[in-house]
C-alpha cells in the first residue's frame, strides 16, 4: 500500500470511530432525555429540545451584542456603556452627525444661555494637573485586532477654584473639603475583588480631589493603595469596628479615625437596590476577609435590615453624635426615601435639637449592588430625580438644609445627569457602576455569583488574573476627569461659571405633549405638597 492508501485508511477509520461515539451519545441523550422528569421539552423532542436550552443560554450575550438598540439596554445601554468606555480609554467624548435620544420623549433639558461663559471666563482650579496614560487609535479594522497607540497624557484635573471648594461637616475637628464634585459610591471588598479595589484606588489617587466609600464591608489594605481620601461606611453588621457580640467597638472605631486618609465615616440605613440585610456564605469568608470585617474565618455573617442601636430619630441622631465625638470627624447617613414622612421626622427633630449628620447621602431605587432581590430591586424606593426634590424641599421647610450636604447617587454617570441632580440640590455626586466599567465590567449580570469573566465583582484568584491594575487605574483617571471637564462645558453653555452654580432655573422639563415647564415650578409644586 502507498501512502495515500494508508492515510484513506486511517482517515476512514477515524471517521467510522468518530461517527460510532456521536452514535452512541446521541442515543444515550435520546433514552435519557426521554426518561428525565424534571424538562418537559426534553421528553417530547428529546436531543432537539437542548438546542432550545443552548440558545436560551446565549441569549442575553446575542441580545447585548446584536439585537438590542443602541438606546434600549437594561441596566446601561450600549450607548451609556461605550460612552463610559470610550472617556475612560481614549478621554475623548466627542460623538458625530446627531442625538440618539428621543426627542419627542418626556424629559428634563438644561437651558442654555444666550451668551454663554467663554473658557477663560470660567472659574476652576487651573494650577493642579494630572498624569494619566491613554489609548490614541490608530487603525480599526473589522476583520483584526484594532491598532492602538498607549501614551503618556497631561491634563487639568478640572477641580473647582479653592473659593467653591464643598466642605463636609465644618463645625468638626477635622472637616472634610473636597475641591472635586464626584466621588466613588460604596462598594465593598468583597463584592470587589482586590486587583478592583486597587485600580480604583490608585485611580482615584491619580485624578485628585474626590473620595472613595470603601461600603459596608469595612475597611481593606486596598482601599489604602491610592492614597485617595475615603469615606468609611458603617453598616448594620458594624464590619470593620465589630466587636465579638457584633456590636460597635469604639477603640477599633477610634483606631480607624486615626489613618489619615479616612476623612469621614457615613452610616448606612439603606441602599437604592437593597433595602435589606445581607449575607455572606461561609465559603466566601476568607481569612483576609474575616480580618477586614472582624468575624470568624469559614463561617457564614448575616446582616441585620437595620441597626440594633437605634431604632428612631432621636437614637439615630444620638448615635451619630456619639461617633462624631470620638472620632472628630464629619458623620453622615446613607437612605434611600420612600416618601417624605421619614425624612420630615429628621428634619424636624435637627431642627430642634441641633444634632443631625453632617451630609446625607441618599440613593436611587435605581442604584446597583452585587446581589438583591428582584422586587427589593423594581419597587422598593423612590428614583433619584423624585427622592432628591423630597429631601432638599423638606430640609428647607425645617430651615436645615445649609447644615447638612447631599451626596446624590443613583445612575448619574454623564455631565448632564450630574447638572440636573446639582440643579436638584445635591451637592455632590457618587458613582458606582460607571466606575466599575472603567475597569472592565462588561454588564454579564453575574455580580452575585463570584464568576464575573473580567475579574471586577470576583474574589476568585483565577479570574482577578485578567484585571490589570496598572493598566486599568489610568481608564478610572480619565473617566472622571472627563466628566468633570463635560460638568464645567455644560456649565459654561449654561452661562454660569461654575458647576455649583446650576439651580433649578437652569433646569427645564418637557413632558409628552412638548409642554414646557421650568424646574422651579416642578419644585414649587413639591414643596406645597410637603407643606
Known amino acids: 500500500m502507498n501512502i495515500a492508501d ?15 461515539i456521536l452514535v452512541v451519545i ?24 437542548r438546542v432550545r436550552y443552548f440558545f436560551e443560554q446565549v441569549g442575553p450575550e446575542f441580545r447585548q451584542y446584536w439585537f438590542n438598540n443602541d438606546t434600549e439596554g437594561k441596566p446601561f445601554s450600549r450607548d451609556d456603556y461605550e460612552h463610559i468606555v470610550k472617556s475612560s480609554k481614549y478621554m475623548r467624548d466627542v460623538i458625530g452627525f446627531g442625538s440618539k435620544r428621543d426627542f419627542d420623549e418626556e424629559g428634563f433639558f438644561v437651558r442654555n444661555d444666550m451668551f454663554p461663559k467663554l473658557t477663560e471666563e470660567m472659574k476652576l482650579d487651573k494650577n493642579t494637573r494630572i498624569t494619566t496614560k491613554r489609548y490614541i487609535l490608530l487603525k480599526d479594522p473589522l476583520f483584526s485586532q484594532r491598532k492602538e497607540k498607549w501614551e503618556d497624557e497631561q491634563s487639568l484635573a478640572y477641580l473647582l477654584h479653592d473659593d467653591d471648594a464643598v466642605v463636609i461637616g465644618s463645625n468638626t475637628k477635622h ?10 459610591s460604596a462598594m465593598s471588598y ?46 448594620p453588621a458594624m464590619f470593620g469596628v465589630r466587636n465579638k457580640d457584633g456590636g460597635m467597638d469604639w477603640d477599633e472605631l477610634k483606631r480607624k479615625s486615626e489613618i489619615p486618609q479616612i476623612k469621614a465615616f ?16 461561609a465559603e466566601k469568608v476568607t481569612p483576609a476577609i474575616a480580618e477586614i470585617r472582624k468575624v470568624e474565618p469559614f463561617k457564614s455573617v448575616d446582616s ?15 448615635f451619630i453624635e456619639k461617633i462624631r465625638e470620638h472620632t472628630g470627624k464629619p458623620v453622615g447617613i446613607k437612605m434611600v426615601v420612600g416618601s417624605n414622612d421619614s425624612v420630615e421626622q429628621l428634619a424636624k427633630y435637627m431642627k430642634d435639637t441641633g444634632k443631625g449628620p453632617d451630609f446625607i447621602t441618599i440613593d436611587g431605587g435605581e442604584g446597583g449592588t452585587g446581589a438583591s432581590y428582584q422586587e427589593l430591586i423594581d419597587s422598593v424606593g423612590l428614583p433619584i430625580k423624585s427622592a432628591l426634590p423630597i429631601l432638599v424641599s423638606t430640609l428647607e421647610k425645617y430651615g436645615v438644609r445649609d447644615r447638612v450636604k447631599i451626596i446624590a447617587s443613583g445612575k448619574l454617570f454623564t455631565p448632564d445627569r450630574i447638572a440636573i441632580a446639582i440643579a436638584m440640590g445635591a451637592d455632590l455626586v457618587n458613582i458606582a457602576r460607571g466606575f466599575m466599567i472603567t475597569i472592565g465590567c462588561i454588564q454579564t449580570l453575574k455580580c452575585h455569583s463570584n464568576a464575573c469573566p473580567v475579574g471586577v465583582a470576583t474574589t476568585d484568584p483565577e479570574l482577578q488574573k485578567a484585571l490589570i491594575i496598572d493598566e486599568k487605574k489610568y481608564r478610572a483617571v480619565n473617566f472622571l476627569v472627563t466628566l468633570r471637564k463635560g460638568l464645567y462645558r455644560i456649565s459654561a453653555a449654561a452661562g454660569i461659571d461654575s458647576p455649583i452654580h446650576f439651580k433649578p432655573k437652569h433646569i427645564m422639563y418637557k413632558d ?12 414649587e409644586d413639591i414643596k406645597q405638597k410637603i407643606i
Not at 480604583?200 to 489594605?221: F, I, Q, R
Not at 457615613?266 to 456564605?281: F, P, S, V
Not at 409628552?512 to 419644585?523: A, F, G, H, R, Y
Open 6 to 20: 494508508i492515510f484513506t485508511v486511517v482517515s476512514f477509520i477515524f471517521i467510522a470511530f468518530v461517527t460510532i
Open 26 to 49: 446521541v442515543i444515550y441523550l435520546f433514552i435519557f432525555d426521554r426518561n428525565q422528569k424534571a424538562h418537559s421539552i426534553l421528553r417530547n423532542y428529546p436531543v432537539l429540545g
Open 175 to 184: 472637616p472634610f473639603v473636597l475641591k472635586g464634585l464626584i466621588g466613588m
Open 190 to 235: 468583597g463584592s470587589l475583588g482586590d486587583q478592583a479595589i486597587t485600580a480604583l484606588s490608585e485611580g482615584l489617587g491619580l485624578a485628585k480631589g474626590t473620595w472613595m466609600n470603601t461600603g459596608e464591608g469595612g475597611l481593606s489594605p486596598y482601599h489604602l493603595k491610592g492614597d485617595v481620601d475615603i469615606i468609611m461606611q458603617i453598616g
Open 266 to 281: 457615613e452610616i448606612k440605613l439603606a441602599q437604592g437596590a437593597k433595602t435589606r440585610g445581607g449575607h455572606i456564605d
Open 304 to 318: 441585620p435590615n437595620r441597626f440594633h442601636e437605634f431604632s428612631d430619630v432621636p437614637s439615630l441622631c444620638e
Open 512 to 523: 409628552d405633549k412638548s409642554v414646557i415647564t421650568s424646574l422651579e415650578n416642578i419644585l
